[in-house]
């Protein structure tokens, strides 16, 4: 990614990668908020509740974060 892209840029491109393979299985993620170097999002539709949800923030979704900003911080889920 571009060293030029603001940090709530980076996040949103990463989502957006993101986004297919969680609406393949019938759910989705939403961004809260983006505050620097942290971000908040919701799991909705069939990742709200799942039992994998857990696993997929972490090892799915933080790990891509992490992997693309490497000075992302904290990724935190909201109900």
């Known amino acids: 990614?571009?060293?030029?892209?603001t940090f709530e840029?980076?996040?949103k491109?990463?989502?957006a990668k993101i986004r297919p393979a969680l609406q393949m299985d019938g759910g989705?993620?939403?961004i809260v908020e983006i505050e620097e170097p942290n971000l908040k999002v919701r799991l909705k539709g069939a990742c709200h509740?799942?039992?994998?949800s857990a696993?997929?923030?972490?090892?799915?979704?933080?790990?891509e974060l992490k992997n693309a900003i490497?000075?992302?911080?904290q990724l935190i889920a909201v109900q």
């Open 28 to 30: 989705d993620i939403e």
């Open 13 to 15: 491109e990463v989502i």
């Open 55 to 63: 696993y997929t923030l972490y090892n799915g979704v933080y790990a």
């Open 70 to 73: 490497p000075e992302f911080g």
């Open 49 to 52: 509740g799942c039992p994998a």
């Open 9 to 11: 840029e980076k996040v």
């Open 1 to 5: 990614m571009s060293e030029s892209k």
